[in-house]
């Protein structure tokens, strides 16, 4: 019930086009989902963040959908360039549990020039 | 603000010896955390601390202690390394009342 399943493990795109990764939970506790990023050698960072009351964010070329009917979650870059290119994990956290998360085993993306 | 600082960024160690990972942040968070990442398995909490003084365990803490005397400073000590301690472990902390963690830039331990 706390895992958090993370797909696919690997993907390429071609720079201009559309990735998509998808992270589905089951714990319906869960009050927060962020997506971080990550390059080779480097701590993660927060990349954007949605809570269950909404069903889509924005910022900028990435946009998270959330389906909470589904327990589903996904991020959409939109016009990937290489320098997309990183590791991105999905999250989930209940706030209870003092900001516990729960992570995603990551995507590694590849965008081709 | 040097944000999270992590020391050492690599280290290797021989089965049964002991260390300390350091971890120092200069954003006066009171929650500190300690992960573990291993390939292709995502981040796994060991131990976390919600200001001075209170710590408590997370999913995978054997093997491992913590304390946190200060605000600033929470180190992570190994006691009799394993082999299967060999990882990447990044401490990361977050501010009262917001969700995102920040994260330092890691320590990768090995094990042999």
């Known amino acids: 019930q706390q895992q958090v399943k993370q797909s696919p493990q690997s993907l390429i795109v071609q720079k201009g086009g559309i990735s998509i990764i998808n992270c589905a939970y089951e714990?319906?506790?869960?009050?927060?989902f962020p997506w971080y990023q990550q390059f080779p050698g480097k701590g993660p960072a927060l990349l954007i963040a949605?809570?269950?009351d909404v069903s889509e964010k924005k910022e900028g070329r990435f946009t998270i959908s959330f389906n909470k009917s589904a327990k589903q979650f996904s991020l959409h870059i939109m016009d990937s360039q290489p320098g997309d290119s990183a590791t991105y994990f999905c999250?989930?956290?209940?706030?209870?549990?003092?900001?516990?998360?729960?992570w995603g085993a990551g995507t590694k993306l590849i965008i081709k020039p | 603000n040097a944000g999270v600082t992590q020391t050492p960024k690599f280290r290797i160690l021989k089965i049964g010896q002991s260390m300390t990972l350091q971890c120092t942040q200069d954003?006066?968070?009171?929650?500190m955390y300690w992960y573990r990442q291993d390939p292709g398995m995502g981040l796994k909490l060991i131990y976390y601390s919600v200001g001075a003084g209170i710590t408590d365990k997370g999913e995978v803490p054997n093997g491992y202690n913590v304390s946190r005397s200060t605000t600033e400073d929470f180190p992570l000590r190994l006691e009799l390394a394993a082999p299967s301690q060999t990882s990447v472990y990044f401490c990361a902390s977050k501010k009262t009342g917001t969700d995102t963690q920040y994260f330092g830039p890691g320590t990768r331990l090995t094990v042999l």
């Open positions: 714990n319906t506790a869960f009050d927060y």
């Open positions: 999250a989930a956290m209940i706030k209870d549990s003092n900001y516990q998360l729960i």
């Open positions: 949605i809570r269950p």
């Open positions: 954003m006066n968070h009171n929650y």
